[in-house]
């Protein structure tokens, strides 16, 4: 068990006979406001629980009585994981009837899904239908439509971004010291007037979780009801008029209508314990997304001899719009109805907000291949978008491609090459892909003493425009061995120029940031995939398949105006992550990559003292670099080049078995290369100063006099640079492997269940992200394109299920 130091409140070292009479006391006291804090330890009388060296004393039991206004009660630590997660139950039941004739196809299904979640007040609910059909009316004209309907609810808790202490956040940070119930004397958990358990929020009693940390993130996910229903419908339909032979014109629409309703809750129940006076807070939402898409399409197809050629032309429009609106109060008037009739206060800031999106293009295609070995394409875009200015509004884009089966001719004869292609294509595609009126100016509209008034929302950028993607690709396809092996060697070249690039600010000149087109940047990679079959006869089946991708970053130029700094020989800017600017910065240069970490360096310890030493450099009075020294200030270190944040490899392996009626497969993923920022690794390397939060083992390295040969720096209060976050020291590989999912299954044999006019029944278990290896355990680096991990966030949870699939 590991035990944060006691301190007083100037910062100064307690002696242990201090801490051995506040053990006594169970009091911390604290002049800065922090409050007094839990002692949950008992210690044999006459003993000290903080030995010489700062080390807890090995008698020292957990659990201990504290007496407050005549009541005993009885402190004890608790399994914050144990309980505040649970074992999640899924069900899922899924039916569908199919069917075709000469002139109609059809298809329908119906399912329904329940899930609980991990954490109480977390679940899932979802009701799904679907009906296709397609009918050739005429013999020139064929009609279809498609529909699916999802109906559904679910509750979630509060997942939490850093700094919002949720039950993730406890279960990682919080020192495990603390209770999360109250208990009487007999160590029994307290019941209220209610019957409900009575939960510890550290800050009852004259107690308080030390470091000021109070609250209890149990109790709120269970007393809180944060849950959203709500209704989408997605319907298709096109009709298809065959004009002659070869020319048929196409009529495709889509609608897209998503409603939802939010609900979030703060039940009286709540205030009760947390002294609040609001007596319940409640927060209605209604969100409506609806989109639609329009296309005109010609195509022409026509076959002579070896030759086919293939064109089409077309147009296509598209059409999206948000809208929101809010309201809430506080103060039930009927306990258990959640809606705003009910409450008896209501807060003056209801809100609406809507936003809308527009695409419109013209393009055309062209396609001819020639006996079925010689392959070409071209293509052709414009393109305009509602989220550029009327001048800067269309882009025009295109492609080339051409293919050649070499397998095919006459002089290729190869009895293990069983097919043989090799391809090349070129061609730029559009980006618009920033938020809605960026290129204008916005305000926010306020009150000033019932006058209006404007306040800058967003500085606009008029002369935004379309980001370009130029790729190049190339590769080869085969099939070897009887078909027995196959796979694919691409090399990829992507220019993207005309960036659109979001740019910090100073606050203080009314706006944090704005949009433009800045430099150009590459990225080039090769991708390799491979599916072999190495056995295959009546009872047995075994496959293998294995992909992996290489990718690399580069800036290739940038405007001058922004190029500040030359770092390294290399010329750009310092771009902060305005969510955490006082660990994460990168340095965007030409000729690196987008995301290259730039911060000091970690240069070990000074072994007299323990404390964090950082390079410096040194400079001659032209500001040239003449050499390097190391400072304990982490404000004079000089900022370097670390590496880039994006990873160099990535890709899966995986293998399916089928003997028999038996089958199982196995599917892993992994990633490698890379630099990754552990922000849940650097908060537990504090130096004691906070007291709340537990720490990492590795803690137990720190210097101290009789253990110099180590890279953890000394442990002491208020230590001023020796932990501090902002360097190369919390920067790790963010190499790593996962089982993605595992299948086992049994299907029964046809002529059982034929019997029963079932065509095939299958009992079948699988599970998900079971096994996860990184440099670091607890350290996940995949959901990261730039970098850095939130210790608030859960990474994809394990899941285990099974169940019977039947075919009729």
């Known amino acids: 068990m590991l035990y944060n130091y006691y301190v007083t409140a100037d910062g100064g070292d307690m002696s242990a006979a201090d801490a051995h009479s506040l053990a006594n006391s169970h009091l911390i006291n604290s002049s800065s406001g922090v409050g007094p804090g839990y002692m949950v330890y008992s210690v044999p009388n006459g003993e000290d629980f ?36 649970q074992n999640g139950f899924r069900q899922e039941y899924n039916v569908s009837v199919s069917g075709t004739s000469n002139r109609v196809n059809y298809y329908t299904s119906l399912g329904y899904l329940s ?104 109790f709120s996910n269970k007393y809180r009801n ?107 008037g009927i306990d258990g109805v959640y809606e705003l009739s009910a409450m008896l206060n209501k807060y003056s800031n209801p809100y609406s907000y809507s936003s809308a999106y527009n695409n419109e293009g013209y393009f055309f295609r062209g396609m001819y291949n020639y006996d079925q070995k010689y392959y070409a394409s071209v293509s052709y875009r414009r393109d305009a978008s509602s989220r550029f200015s009327k001048k800067h509004r269309w882009g025009n884009f295109w492609s080339l491609g051409g293919a050649w089966i070499v397998s095919k001719e006459d002089f290729f004869n190869s009895t293990k090459i069983n097919s043989l292609k090799l391809k090349l294509s070129v ?42 993607n130029t790729n190049w690709n190339t590769g080869v396809e085969f099939e070897l061995f009887n078909r027995r092996l196959n796979g694919s060697i691409d090399y990829f070249y992507r220019k993207t120029t005309d960036m659109l690039f979001s740019l910090n600010t100073p606050p203080s000149i009314g706006y944090t940031s704005y949009v433009t087109n800045m430099g150009d940047m590459r990225n080039s990679g090769v991708e390799f995939d491979l599916q072999g079959v190495l056995i295959d006869n009546k009872d047995l089946q075994w496959s293998v398949n294995f992909n992996i991708s290489h990718v690399k970053n580069k800036v290739l130029s940038l ?71 190391t400072t304990k200030d982490v404000n004079q270190a000089t900022d370097y080049l670390i590496g880039d944040a994006l990873p160099s490899f990535y890709g899966g392996l995986g293998t399916t078995l089928r003997y028999r009626g038996f089958d199982f497969s196995i599917n892993t993923n992994f990633q490698l290369g890379g630099k990754a920022y552990d922000y849940t690794y650097q908060t537990l390397m504090h130096t004691g100063g906070t007291t709340a939060t ?8 720190a210097w101290t006099p009789a253990n110099t040969n180590t890279d953890i720096p000394r442990l002491l209060y208020s230590e001023k640079y020796s932990q501090n976050p902002r360097s190369d020291r919390f920067i790790t590989s963010a190499s790593y492997l996962n089982i993605q999912n595992i ?66």
Do not use: C
């Open 50 to 85: 903080i030995q010489q060296g700062g080390v807890m004393n090995p008698n020292a039991t957990m659990g201990t009585l504290y007496t407050y206004n005549n009541q005993k009660f009885w402190l004890q630590a608790d399994d914050w994981e144990k309980e505040g997660l």
């Open 115 to 218: 899930q609980e979640g991990i954490q109480e007040g977390s679940s899932q609910d979802r009701l799904t239908a679907r009906v296709k059909l397609d009918y050739q009316a005429k013999k020139w004209m064929r009609v279809g439509a498609n529909f699916n309907y999802t109906k559904y609810k679910y509750g979630q808790t509060s997942e939490g971004t850093i700094g919002t202490g949720t039950i993730w956040s406890t279960i990682k940070t919080l020192a495990p010291v603390y209770p999360v119930y109250y208990r009487d004397e007999n160590k029994n958990i307290m019941i209220d007037q209610w019957g409900e358990k009575m939960y510890d929020f550290a800050r009852n009693y004259d107690l308080s979780r030390a470091g000021g940390v109070g609250g209890n993130a149990i």
């Open 226 to 332: 944060d849950e959203t229903n709500g209704n989408s419908n997605t319907a298709s339909g096109f009709v298809d008029f065959l004009l002659t032979d070869d020319l048929t014109f196409t009529m495709n629409a889509n609608s897209y209508i998503y409603d939802r309703r939010s609900t979030y809750v703060t039940s009286p129940f709540v205030d009760y314990y947390t002294d609040s006076s609001n007596n319940g807070y409640l927060s209605k939402g209604s969100y409506r997304t609806s989109s639609y898409n329009m296309q005109q399409l010609l195509n022409y197809m026509k076959q002579f001899d070896k030759h086919e050629i293939t064109t089409l032309l077309g147009h296509e429009y598209y059409n999206y719009k948000y809208e929101s609106l809010s309201a809430s109060g506080y103060n039930f």
């Open 427 to 468: 061609g730029s595609q559009g980006n618009d892909n920033i938020g809605n009126y960026l290129y204008a100016n916005s305000y926010n509209i306020v009150n000033n003493d019932n006058e209006v008034a404007y306040q800058w929302r967003q500085k606009g950028s008029e002369t935004i425009t379309w980001e370009t």
């Open 559 to 629: 405007p001058e105006a922004i190029k500040s700094m030359n770092v390294e020989g290399y010329n750009g800017y310092v771009n902060l992550d305005i969510s955490f600017v006082s660990k994460y910065k990168y340095f965007v240069g030409e000729g690196l990559s987008l995301y290259t970490w730039y911060l000091p360096k970690y240069a070990g310890l000074d072994t007299e003292t323990g404390e964090s030493l950082y390079y410096k450099d040194i400079v001659d009075e032209e500001g040239n670099v003449t050499g390097q020294e």
């Open 694 to 701: 537990t720490w990492h083992l590795d803690i137990l390295k």
């Open 743 to 808: 299948n086992l299954g049994y299907t029964l044999p046809s002529y059982l269940t034929r019997k029963f006019d079932i065509e095939n029944i299958r009992i079948y278990f699988s599970g998900e992200n079971l096994f996860y290896l990184s440099s670091r355990q607890g350290f996940d680096p995949r959901y990261t394109l730039k970098g850095y991990s939130n210790p608030e966030l859960y990474s994809p949870i394990r899941t285990l299920s099974g169940g019977i699939s039947l075919i009729f």
